[in-house]
T-cell receptor, first 115, second 119 residues
C-alpha cells in the first residue's frame, strides 16, 4: 500500500529538549515536504526536498532542520523546541516537478505539544 | 502573490443533499494545479480531486466534482448526495509551476471550511 508514515503520532515534550519526527514514504517520490497546521492559519510549508541531499526552506523554517540522506526518509528535527512550535505537523510526498499534476500524499500527522 | 481564499468557515448541509464549498485563488502563473483535501476529525489529510489550469473539462471523482471557472479564478468543490461521513474540514490548495517568492512546489492552502452533515 502506498503510504507516508510519520512517527510519533503524538508527542509531548519540554522546552529545549531536542526531538526528531520521522517521515518515510514507499512510493519512490522525489519531492518531500513538511507542513505545520495551526488553527486559523491553514497549512504552511516548513522545509522541502526535491531529492536526496537537496533541501530548502519553505515559508516558516525558523527553529527547524531537515535532512534527506535517503530518498524514502525525510526527518524533521527540532534542536531546541519552544512552545510556539506546538502544532500539528504533516509530512507529504509527491512525484518530482516539473508539472503540477501530482497530488501530495500526506502522512497521518504528528501532534506536538511543547511545554 | 499566490493565495487561496475560502470564505466559508463553516457550513451545514442536510444528508443526501448537494453542497458547494467555495474556493478562489490568485496567481500570476499560467500553469498551476488546484487540489481539494478532506481532513476528518482524526486529523489525516485525504486527497479528493485535482484540476489543472489547462484542463478543458471540470474534474470529477465519484460524488466530488470541481466547478472550475478560470476567468473568475474559482475552483469550488461540489459534493453530491452528502453523507454523514462527509463531515470534516475541507481545504482548497494550489501548486504553481513557479511559486514566485516562495518555495518551488509549495502547496498553498486556504484556511479551510468545516462541513457538518445533518441527519
Amino acid at each position: 500500500e502506498a503510504q507516508v508514515t510519520q512517527n510519533p503520532r503524538y508527542l509531548i515534550t519540554v522546552t529545549g529538549k531536542k526531538l526528531t519526527v520521522t517521515c518515510s514514504q514507499n512510493m519512490n517520490h522525489e519531492y518531500m515536504s513538511w507542513y505545520r497546521q495551526d488553527p486559523g492559519l491553514g497549512l504552511r510549508q516548513i522545509y522541502y526536498s526535491m531529492n536526496v541531499e537537496v533541501t530548502d526552506k519553505g515559508d516558516v523554517p525558523e527553529g527547524y532542520k531537515v535532512s534527506r540522506k535517503e530518498k524514502r526518509n525525510f526527518p524533521l528535527i527540532l534542536e531546541s523546541p519552544s512552545p510556539n512550535q506546538t502544532s500539528l505537523y504533516f509530512c507529504a510526498s509527491s512525484l518530482s516537478l516539473p508539472g503540477v499534476t501530482t497530488e501530495a500524499f500526506f502522512g497521518q500527522g504528528t501532534r506536538l505539544t511543547v511545554v | 502573490a499566490q493565495k487561496i481564499t475560502q470564505t466559508q468557515p463553516g457550513m451545514f448541509v442536510q444528508e443526501k443533499e448537494a453542497v458547494t464549498l467555495d474556493c478562489t485563488y490568485d496567481t500570476s502563473d499560467p500553469s498551476y494545479g488546484l487540489f481539494w483535501y478532506k481532513q476528518p476529525s482524526s486529523g489525516e489529510m485525504i486527497f479528493l480531486i485535482y484540476q489543472g489550469s489547462y484542463d478543458q473539462q471540470n474534474a470529477t471523482e465519484g460524488r466530488y466534482s470541481l466547478n472550475f471557472q478560470k476567468a473568475r479564478k474559482s475552483a469550488n468543490l461540489v459534493i453530491s448526495a452528502s453523507q454523514l461521513g462527509d463531515s470534516a474540514m475541507y481545504f482548497c490548495a494550489m501548486r504553481a509551476v513557479m511559486n514566485y517568492g516562495g518555495s518551488q512546489g509549495n502547496l498553498i492552502f486556504g484556511k479551510g471550511t468545516k462541513l457538518s452533515v445533518k441527519p
